[in-house]
């Protein structure tokens, strides 16, 4: 698992890469279930435009 940081500045964990290098991220919110979501190979949450839930770090 690599550790990053969200544009949002919470912490968050890279826990799968898929074979066509999706990454599925889990965001520690503070909350008891963590976000869960799925990100492109690059990092960027949605391909055509900025997210608080891009990969910065």
Do not use: Q
């Not at 799968?16 to 965001?27: A, M, R």
């Amino acid at each position: 698992m690599k550790k990053v940081k969200l544009r949002n500045g919470n912490d968050a964990e890279i826990v799968y890469e898929s074979d066509f290098g999706k990454l599925l991220v889990v965001e520690k919110t503070g909350d008891e279930l963590p976000a869960v979501h799925w990100h492109n190979a690059d990092g960027s949450f949605y391909a055509d435009c900025e997210s608080d839930l891009d990969i910065v770090e």
